[in-house]
Structures are given as structure tokens and as C-alpha cells.
T-cell receptor, first 112, second 114 residues
Framework: GQNIDQPTEMTATEGAIVQINCTYQTSGFNGLFWYQQHAGEAPTFLSYNVLDGLEEKGRFSSFLSRSKGYSYLLLKELQMKDSASYLCAVSSYNTNAGKSTFGDGTTLTVKP | GAVVSQHPSRVICKSGTSVKIECRSLDFQATTMFWYRQFPKQSLMLMATSNEGSKATYEQGVEKDKFLINHASLTLSTLTVTSAHPEDSSFYIC??????????FGSGTRLTVV
């Protein structure tokens, strides 16, 4: 099976930087995803990492270390609209292609 | 970009009745779709993998006779919750593979069984 751990809640200030960590254990690793989900809405895709290193996309960056089973999502210049749940999800070769296992999500609250 | 349309967005039904939820890929063909369920303040739990033209693959603990999945075309998968009970009240979300490993989610369906 797959174990995915991420903090339950985080709080940060508008304009600041926040890092949301995710650790995982899986066999046949085939990529790690980050999604953003606002309350009552479906998740939206943020990033996908399959190789080690940092992927930058605007204010959001995602990092992966496969040897450590570790990833983080970095959010810069935080805005109030960034308050949401952030889901880490892992895909494995041992499952059907495209099927991911989700962590419990990190609820981020951005304060003025 | 790829769009996955899901209907209805909200539905309230009486206990014992059945509810059908549709998931459509609007501008691409989806041979595989996924159905998830999400309870309040919890993460997405995969219920089943829907395969066009064949039987769905259900995750352990999911009753296939209660959650009927039909994927009769390359653009449509349906989930029918049969004999719904209040404990089936949840947020149901579908997703489809749009290319490579990335999936696109539908907008979700909030089901309330009274």
C-alpha cells in the first residue's frame, strides 16, 4: 500500500512564503501530484513531479526527492485566495495507470 | 484545456431511492475515468476505476452492487447510487486521464440523502 503524510493545518500571513511538506512510502513510484481544493469544490491540478528537483510555476513551486520519499509545495507572495486545502497524491506503477492515492490534505489559512 | 463535466452538482434524494451522476469528457476521449468519494474534512477516497467497454474495477470495501458504474462510450461514465441511505451522503468526484499521468477532475456532486 501507500502511506502519505502531510500536516493537517498551516497558517501564514498574506505576502509571506509557506512550505507544505509531504512524505510518502510506496513501491513502484510513478510520480507525485499537488492539488488545490477550495471548500465545496473539486481539486485543481497544481504540479507533477516524477524526477528529483524543483519545478517552478509562477508563485508555486514543487520539489521532489525520491530517495527520501519527500516532496514540498512552496507558495510565494501568499494571497488571501490561496486559503484552501492542498492535497499531495502519489501514483504507483503497481496500480492502474493514472490512479493516485491522496494524502489527507493540508488546510492552509492565509491571514491579513 | 481538457474539461470534465459532472452533473448534477447537487442532489437531494429520499432514503431508498437511486441517484445517477454523470461524468463527461467534453473535448477528449477518456477510456479510463475514476470515481472518488470525499467526506467532510477528509481526503479523496478512490471508489472505482471505470473502463470504457468493460466492467469497472472496484476498490476494496466498495459495494459494486450498490455503486453501479457504466462507461458505455468514450466520453461518458455514470455512477448510480442504488437504494441510497443517509450514510451515502457525500461529495462524489470523477476524474479522467487527459494525457500522460495527469487527470482532470469534474466539478463534483454533493449528494444528500434524507
Amino acid at each position: 500500500g501507500q502511506n502519505i503524510d502531510q500536516p493537517t493545518e498551516m497558517t501564514a500571513t498574506e505576502g509571506a512564503i509557506v512550505q507544505i511538506n509531504c512524505t510518502y512510502q510506496t513501491s513502484g513510484f510513478n510520480g507525485l501530484f499537488w492539488y488545490q481544493q477550495h471548500a465545496g469544490e473539486a481539486p485543481t491540478f497544481l504540479s507533477y513531479n516524477v524526477l528529483d528537483g524543483l519545478e517552478e510555476k509562477g508563485r508555486f513551486s514543487s520539489f521532489l526527492s525520491r530517495s527520501k520519499g519527500y516532496s514540498y509545495l512552496l507558495l510565494k507572495e501568499l494571497q488571501m485566495k490561496d486559503s484552501a486545502s492542498y492535497l499531495c497524491a502519489v501514483s504507483s506503477y503497481n496500480t492502474n495507470a493514472g490512479k493516485s492515492t491522496f494524502g489527507d490534505g493540508t488546510t492552509l489559512t492565509v491571514k491579513p | 484545456g481538457a474539461v470534465v463535466s459532472q452533473h448534477p452538482s447537487r442532489v437531494i434524494c429520499k432514503s431508498g431511492t437511486s441517484v445517477k451522476i454523470e461524468c463527461r469528457s467534453l473535448d477528449f476521449q477518456a477510456t479510463t475515468m475514476f470515481w472518488y468519494r470525499q467526506f467532510p474534512k477528509q481526503s479523496l477516497m478512490l471508489m472505482a476505476t471505470s473502463n470504457e467497454g468493460s466492467k469497472a474495477t472496484y476498490e476494496q470495501g466498495v459495494e459494486k452492487d450498490k455503486f453501479l458504474i457504466n462507461h458505455a462510450s468514450l466520453t461518458l461514465s455514470t455512477l448510480t447510487v442504488t437504494s441510497a441511505h443517509p450514510e451515502d451522503s457525500s461529495f462524489y468526484i470523477c476524474s479522467a486521464i487527459t494525457g500522460g499521468p495527469v487527470s482532470t477532475f469534474g466539478s463534483g456532486t454533493r449528494l444528500t440523502v434524507v
